[in-house]
């Protein structure tokens, strides 16, 4: 099976997650706070969470634009999964049975990454999550703002999409940029992003 990431906008999509465990309420924690629908399939009654009872499950896929097998019951998840025949699944306990992966993300300001092993080892996703985050500074989120400011002010001087990304590269390679950066001076670096570009 191919997998290619893709980020999904999630705000007021309505989420069913199947499943009371850990891993049912922490997929279903992720979908909250990104602004999604969430309804757990349980038939514990679970604080902070909407839950409604397992034999109303059919009703809450029909419902849903993605859901979330999450049960260590074999024969539920199977059932659950045939009954979302043409949605978004997320198979907790056989990532191949399902279409869509959630894989382990960590965000830095606006800098979001995420790690997956195709479900071959999620010990070694949050090692690898650690070991990448600890390669991420404050001149590189700042980097991240000022190309997003220099962005917006070449789209309106330059038509040639080449000619903007060339010269992105060249504030990138700035010495005089980089140092700012590394000062954490990032309005310094914007200001001289303007006289550069006025030239």
């Known amino acids: 099976m191919a997998w290619i990431p893709i980020f999904l906008n999630v705000t007021g999509k309505k989420i069913f997650v199947l ?8 997929r279903a924690k992720k979908f909250i706070k990104a602004g999604a629908e969430v309804i757990l399939g349980s038939n514990k009654s679970l604080r902070n969470f909407n839950t409604k009872p397992l034999h109303e499950m059919e009703k809450w896929i029909k419902w849903a634009d993605i859901v979330i097998v999450a049960t ?19 198979r907790a306990d056989d990532l191949i049975k399902g279409n869509i992966a959630i894989p382990s993300v960590f965000s830095i300001n606006d800098i979001q ?16 999550k650690e070991k990448i985050k600890s390669c991420i500074n404050e001149e ?15 789209k ?14 060249k504030l990138f390679n700035d010495k ?3 140092e700012y950066l590394k000062d954490g001076n990032l309005e310094k670096a914007k200001n001289y992003v303007d006289k550069l570009l006025q030239r």
């Open 72 to 90: 260590p019951d074999k024969y539920l998840n199977e059932k659950a999964t045939k009954l979302a025949k043409n949605k978004l699944v997320n």
């Open 140 to 154: 590189d989120v700042l980097n991240v703002e000022l190309q997003n400011y220099a962005r917006k002010k070449i």
């Open 176 to 178: 005089k940029i980089k």
């Open 113 to 128: 990454i995420s790690i997956f092993t195709k479900g071959k080892s999620p010990l070694m996703a949050k090692y690898l």
């Open 156 to 169: 309106n001087l330059f038509n040639d999409h080449r000619e903007r990304k060339k010269i992105l590269y």
């Open 19 to 26: 499943g009371s465990g850990e891993v049912a309420r922490r």
